[in-house]
């Protein structure tokens, strides 16, 4: 390409040979140099059908570069310009505006200014299905809580909730008897399903939480005036999501010993402010895959054991003068289903290869050069057999 242009610089598909060249640049990521040659092309070929896709290339190298500004200017170049069509006469977009503002989109994406990403993205979403997915990014609302906190009495009582794109909140919070909530839900899965309508709140408020336009993740330290040892069932109310945490005043502690061979559980509970084993607490335990829990006492060690567990584990505990303490495992005990079977022998799947949008509309181009070359190779290869001087192709 390099010896075509030198050799034919004013050969009518120069500004073809040039295109190509910026794009092979472009593929070997050696951007610099693209910028250097598209600019110089662009220069070279003011009247060029490409000349907008010079620019995009440039604008493309900038953003590969960490540069966003000259980025930025690029691509607004790209998108704001009109071209004359040499068919109709008239002035038509460029041929990469679409992905112009695309990639404007990506760039305010990378910078962290939603804002504007998404009044970019919005332009393009029924054209590339990332940016819609990219607006849906930003704009989804989120709320949630701790699933158990265990605070010890006398400690100011904290929640770290989570949010996204939610103005306010409710929070309403009511005593529960910890042991009959398990047994109502089993393992304590979905306990936002419960029915509390007619229940009074043990405590009640509402909280600011912003604009509601936060496009991203936040947190807000949710202060709870609980005193009383107990458990507590907090929920959040927040536009039309709704999130639920546990939250145990209690001097208990859990450890837990888990088997996974055999599904065997041993819990011990101790008082953690008296640094003392318990005997005689009442202690629940269940697997994701039991039907029912096991139930029992902790002996004089302050020792539990509930055999053949099947999942993962939920241990609860209570104490005299509702003092409960909740343990959650990670662990899968027992035999492992066999979908878990298959993708541990199979591995994890493969990343699937995403298809490059940005610079489809260069590539399309790019194929179409190389139609033509070649369909001019094959005229000349004939017009040789026939005897014809031939001066030159790329």
């Known amino acids: 390409l390099e010896e075509f242009l030198t050799t034919y610089p004013e050969d009518p598909a120069a500004d073809q040979a040039s295109f190509s060249l910026a794009n092979a640049l472009l593929e070997l990521r050696a951007y610099r140099q693209a910028i250097a040659r598209a600019r110089q092309f662009a220069a070279r070929y003011p009247q060029s059908e490409y000349l907008d896709s010079f620019w995009f290339v440039i604008g493309y190298c900038h953003f590969a570069l960490s540069e966003p500004e000259a980025a930025l200017e690029m691509c607004r170049q790209v998108a704001e310009t009109t071209r004359l069509d040499p068919r109709s006469g008239r002035q038509v977009d460029s041929r990469n505006k679409w992905q112009a503002v695309y990639m404007l989109g990506q760039i305010y994406h990378s910078l962290g200014q939603a804002a504007q990403a998404i009044a970019e993205y919005s332009r393009v979403a029924d054209r590339f299905d990332d940016a819609r997915k990219a607006i849906d990014y930003f704009t989804r609302k989120h709320i949630a809580l ?13 929640l770290e909730l989570q949010f996204r794109n939610v103005a306010r909140c409710d929070t309403m919070v009511y005593r529960i008897d910890l042991l009959k909530f398990g047994l109502l839900k089993r393992n304590l899965e979905n306990v936002t399903q419960i029915n509390l309508a007619g229940i009074r ?10 604009d509601g336009a936060d496009y991203r993740n936040r947190t807000f330290r949710l202060r709870l005036p609980l005193r009383e040892e107990g458990a507590y069932l907090i929920v959040c109310r927040g536009d039309d999501l709704h999130a639920s945490g546990l939250v145990l005043v209690t001097p208990l502690a859990i450890e837990v010993q888990e088997e996974a061979s055999s599904g065997e559980v041993r819990a011990t509970i101790k008082d953690a402010t008296a640094d003392r084993y318990l005997s005689r607490v009442q202690v629940k335990i269940i697997g994701s895959a039991n039907d029912e829990f096991v139930s029992g006492e902790t002996d004089l060690r302050g020792v539990f054991t509930a055999p053949s567990i099947m999942g993962t584990s939920t241990v609860i505990a209570r104490a005299e003068g509702n003092r409960y303490a909740f343990y959650r495992g990670r662990l899968y005990l027992g035999p492992q289903p066999e979908a878990v079977q298959q993708q541990a022998q199979e591995g994890p799947p493969l990343p699937q290869e995403e298809k490059a949008d940005l610079l489809e509309n260069l590539n399309e181009s790019n194929r179409a050069i190389q139609t033509q070359q070649q369909e001019q190779l094959k005229r000349i290869y004939k017009r040789k057999k026939a005897g014809v001087q031939v001066d030159a192709a790329f």
């Open 146 to 158: 701790p699933e158990v906190t265990t605070v010890r009495p006398g400690e100011p009582v904290e």
């Open 201 to 210: 709140p043990y405590h009640e408020a509402e909280t600011v939480l912003g």
